[in-house]
Nanobody
Framework: QVQLVESGGGSVQAGGSLRLSCVASGTIFSLNDMGWYRQTPGKQRELVAGVSRRGSTTYVDPVKGRFTISRDNAQDTVYLQMNNLKPEDSGVYYC?????????WGQGTQVTVSS
């Protein structure tokens, strides 16, 4: 059974930083594409950043230059370093794994950025 456990969310002021972590189990981590998604009330979950199993990264335009996604295959962990946070970055951040074991989600971690 695939499980994803996120941590690192919290409340910060604009301009601050947070680092999200997601530890995966129940799957061969290195074979999966990983992603971080954000959901806000009344809106659909949307991709923020992704890293392929080969290490290629992708970001939505509003976070480019501020967020960095990385993976540590030895630790079965994907990270999202978020710098210069803005109020519009607030939301519940979900870790996603997509690969041979299917598509799975973590429980989410709340990020709140105050102005």
């Amino acid at each position: 059974q695939v499980q994803l456990v996120e941590s690192g969310g919290g409340s910060v002021q604009a301009g601050g930083s947070l680092r999200l972590s997601c530890v995966a189990s129940g799957t061969i981590f290195s074979l999966n594409d990983m992603g971080w998604y954000r959901q806000t009330p009344g809106k659909q979950r949307e991709l923020v950043a992704g890293v392929s199993r080969r290490g290629s990264t992708t970001y939505v335009d509003p976070v480019k230059g501020r967020f960095t996604i990385s993976r540590d295959n030895a630790q079965d962990t994907v990270y999202l370093q978020m710098n210069n946070l803005k109020p519009e970055d607030s939301g519940v951040y979900y870790c996603n794994v997509a690969g041979p074991s299917g598509n799975h989600w973590g429980q989410g971690t709340q990020v709140t950025v105050s102005s």
